[in-house]
């Protein structure tokens, strides 16, 4: 498959929130406003690109050739963990300000479902190293287009006047089904 | 709190979909048919349960400042006891359930219920919890599946139960039916909350 082809996939038809349904907690959680979706999505970007190198060499160098892939979700896991918690400290040190803007958005990286389920799709699908770089590049894109774009509809869907039930989370959710039907368009772009 | 509060709290008044909203990422995808709704919602029981009675059996040995590290290593490795379990036992149910299985580590909701509940109490009112929980979980599972199974395909549990007649509406069973029917499920639990107090 060949990369472009492979990185629109990740970016636009196979959207991580509206079709692949990783990392939705966030996604509702840290939409409510446009600049800190976009500084959580830079962090996931981050993360998760960093996390797939990592895993993908682990899994490639260690588990595999001792035949350990059956621990593959506890060691990914402990991997991402450490991995934002290392990056958490160099950030701290080393870049300040940008450490200020993702700071409070890094912990709850940890328990983005986005992380681990890339990490282990790169590996399910059989990717090798350059392709599985694009897919988390394209993957974690598509997760900040989503929850920006999602941010500038709450904003609306916020101050409209609803009946008192489906405030909150009952109407985000509607609205994000309206958004994955726009991207249900995408599903048949072939390339 | 007795043993059946306990109990009951984990099914109505903290639902971990219906109320507190946590573990989405699954409920909405998986949601496509009733079987893996159950299949997903006793998976979750298991490792939920589990995790709570390691934990909490642990608690005085787990220092207070590694304590999330150690709670994940317990969760995984229940996680990774459950997925090795399906993939031998219920292998089409495995394969539908993809990588929502290990998934189950990062549920918040497991990892939820450890930190507030498992890490403070005993043993035997931790496994109610979770048990509480993993079935809260599970009838919210059962309800949006049964919903879009039914909808989107007219049958449940793969047996067609409306007439030939109906259309399937495909938009249930693909990823914007979930959102909209679940947006419309939490709205109907909130209005029946808030009916009930008024």
Known sequence: MNLVSLFITAFLVNNIIFSQFLGVCPFLGVSKKIDTAAGMSVAVIFVITLASIITFIVQKAILDPMQLGYLQTIVFILIIAALVQFVEMFLKKSAPGLYQALGIYLPLITTNCAVLGVAINSIKFDYSFIEAMVYSIGTSGSFMLAIVLFAGVRDKVDNADLPESLKGSAISLIAAGLMSVAFLGFSGLKL | ?198
């Open chain 2, 1 to 198: 709190m007795n043993k059946f509060e306990i109990f009951k709290n984990g099914i109505t008044k903290e639902n971990p979909i219906l109320v507190q909203q946590v573990g989405m990422c699954a409920t909405l995808a998986i949601t496509t048919s009733l079987l893996n709704g159950i299949g997903m919602g006793v998976a979750v029981i298991a490792v939920l349960t589990g995790s709570n009675i390691v934990i909490s059996a642990l608690r005085k040995f787990i220092p207070d400042e590694v304590r999330i590290p150690a709670f994940v290593i317990i969760i995984a490795a229940f996680t990774t006891i459950i997925d090795l379990l399906m993939h031998a036992y219920t292998f089409a149910l495995y394969q539908a359930l993809g990588v929502f299985i290990p998934l189950i580590v990062v549920n918040c909701i497991i990892l939820a219920r450890a930190e507030a509940f498992a890490f403070k109490n005993g043993v035997f009112d931790s496994a109610i919890d979770g048990l509480g929980m993993g079935v809260g979980y599970l009838v919210a599972m059962v309800l949006l599946s049964s919903i879009r199974e039914i909808l989107g395909n007219g049958s449940i549990l793969g047996l067609r139960i409306l007439p030939e007649a109906y259309e399937p509406m495909m938009m249930a069973v693909q990823p914007p039916g979930a959102f909209i029917l679940l947006g419309l499920l939490i709205g109907a639990v909130n209005y029946l909350s808030r009916k009930k107090k008024a």
